[in-house]
C-alpha cells in the first residue's frame, strides 16, 4: 500500500514540527495565563489596534463563535476592552488594556526567543529557502484541502 514508511512523509514531518511549536508556545504561554488564541488575539490587536469579534476571528483563523467566547474570557481577565462601534451599535470594538500589553510584552519576550534560536539554526540562505518552501507548502495544502461541505 505505502512505497515508503509514514514517518518519512512529508506530512508526518509537517505535523511532527506543528506539534513541537504548538508544545513550546503552549507551555511558555501558560506561564502567563493565556491559550494560543489569546495570545493570538493579543498579538492580532496590538498590530491592528480595535477590531470587532468577526474581524478578530478571521484574523486568528477560528470561529465567530468561539471568538465570542475567548473575546468574554479575556475582557473578565482585563486584558482587552470591548466598546460598541461608532458604526454599528450592535457592533463591539475589542482593543487591548495595559494589562493586556503588558502580559503580551512579558509572553512575546519569551515566545521569540524561539523565533531567533530557529533562525540561527540556518544560514540566511537555507532561512530564505526553508521561508520559500514553507510558503509553498501551505499554497499546496490550501490548494488541496475539498471545500467545506453544506450540512
Known sequence: MADIPVEEYLCTRIRRAEQALMAHH????????????????????????GMSAAQTARSCGVTQQTMATVLTNMAGKGLIRRDPSPV????????????????????????????????????????????????????????????????
Request: charged residues 25%; negative net charge; glycine residues 6%.
Open 88 to 151: 454599528h451599535a450592535k457592533v463591539q470594538i475589542a482593543t487591548l488594556t495595559d494589562d493586556g500589553r503588558a502580559v503580551l510584552d512579558r509572553a512575546y519576550g519569551e515566545v521569540i526567543v524561539l523565533e531567533r534560536a530557529l533562525t540561527a539554526a540556518f544560514t540566511p540562505a537555507e532561512h530564505a529557502s526553508l521561508c520559500d518552501l514553507l510558503d509553498r507548502t501551505t499554497a499546496v495544502l490550501v490548494e488541496q484541502t475539498p471545500p467545506a461541505r453544506a450540512r
Open 26 to 49: 503552549e507551555a511558555v504561554l501558560r506561564g502567563h495565563g493565556l491559550t494560543m488564541t489569546q495570545y493570538t488575539v493579543l498579538l492580532t490587536l496590538s498590530r491592528e489596534g
